[in-house]
């Protein structure tokens, strides 16, 4: 079992940043891929970016590319959204996810967090 609290989220201006980060219970962390997804209203869960157990490999969203980072402490239990020039488009509900493999499909992970409203102003 992992639970996963997000944390970070916020409002910010067209063209600044912002940091999310994922605090992971258990101590199977190390073992999951991790994967931060966004919700908008109206629209599905889709994937921003996602990293293997060890780091060693990530995804990127075309709409994210250059702009998003994604990293993860396995020392601390926590995986990290670093998004810089954000626009109002990003705005949305972040969540974060643990599963057996990297992927971009929501079905493919097994744990959830509640989610962070990150609202980007124009």
């Known amino acids: 079992q992992v639970q996963l609290v997000e944390s970070g989220g916020g409002l910010a201006q067209a063209g600044g940043s912002l940091r999310l980060s994922c605090a992971a219970s258990g101590r199977t962390f190390s073992s999951y891929a991790m994967g931060w997804f966004r919700q908008a209203p109206g629209k599905e869960r889709d994937v921003v970016a996602a990293i293997t157990w060890n780091g060693g490999g990530t995804y990127y969203a075309d709409s994210v590319k250059g702009r998003f980072t994604i990293s993860r402490d396995n020392a601390k239990n926590t995986v990290y959204l670093q998004m810089n020039s954000l626009k109002p488009e990003d705005t949305a509900v972040y969540y974060c996810?643990?599963?057996?493999?990297?992927?971009?499909?929501?079905?493919?992970?097994?744990?959830w967090g509640q989610g962070t409203q990150v609202t980007v102003s124009s």
């Open positions: 996810a643990a599963g057996r493999i990297m992927r971009v499909h929501t079905s493919a992970y097994d744990y």
